[in-house]
């Protein structure tokens, strides 16, 4: 199976300042095709998870530009240009390359 | 807009039985893949199994296999989740959510998610 770390394990964040995420997987998800299969999700309080970012670095619709997916290989990162309130929760991070699918411990976000 | 609505979650003893049910609308539910995903108390995200459009073929995670059975009837618009042999560590939230991929490359991620039904088992 391939494994998941995320790191920081939690992060307090002042709104209007910038996090960043990191997300490793213990092979590559790197296709033959060229494609990355790595997607980030978020879990707000009480909510289930919601799409932000698949293959890396596409955000998904409705999703606002100051959240930006980048990495390769087994090395990837989550940023967020500055933090609003709306944006706590657990950030996860998820592999498809290979089954089964497997998610990341997560990264939980507080607003000091 | 897209909406998947779980039911069918509750109490249960080990070694009982449960059925969840995911309700779709808002989309053509033939054309999508669909899968379960479950959520410990307190805990991270665990894949439980995923379906092909026509229910051809299906996934299982090692921890529910031999155990779960996953099924469609695309005439419903309805997703299921039998659940056989249940143990104490399959106390979660369970959610239903649709699969997509992107410019056709045959690999598939969740892009909606329902609210989920908690199973609990517990003597």
């Known amino acids: 199976d391939i494994v998941m770390t995320q790191s920081p394990l939690s992060l307090s964040v002042t709104p209007g300042q910038p996090a960043s995420f990191s997300c490793k997987s213990s092979q590559s998800l790197l296709h033959s095709s060229g494609k990355t299969f790595l997607y980030w999700y978020l879990q707000k309080p009480g909510q289930p998870p919601q799409l932000l970012i698949y293959e890396v670095s596409n955000r998904f619709s409705g999703v606002p530009d100051r959240f930006s997916g980048s990495g390769s290989g087994t090395d990837f990162t989550l940023k967020i240009s500055r933090v609003e309130a709306e944006d706590v929760g657990v950030y996860y991070c998820m592999q498809s390359i290979q089954l089964p699918l497997t998610f990341g411990g997560g990264t939980k976000v507080e607003i000091k | ?123």
């Open chain 2, 1 to 123: 807009q897209v909406q998947l609505v779980e039911s069918g979650g509750g109490l249960v003893k080990p070694g009982g039985s449960l059925r969840l049910s995911c309700a779709a609308s808002g989309f053509t539910f033939s054309d999508y893949y669909m899968g379960w995903i479950r959520q410990a108390p307190g805990k991270g995200l665990e894949w439980v199994s995923y379906t092909i459009t026509s229910g051809s073929a299906i996934y299982y995670s090692d921890s529910v296999k031999g155990r779960f059975t996953i099924s469609r009837d695309n005439a419903k618009n309805s997703l299921y989740l039998q659940m056989d042999s249940l143990r104490v560590e399959d106390t979660a939230v369970y959610y239903c959510a649709r699969m997509t991929t992107y410019e056709s490359s045959n690999y598939y991620y969740f892009d909606y998610w329902g609210q989920g039904t908690l199973v609990t088992v517990s003597s």
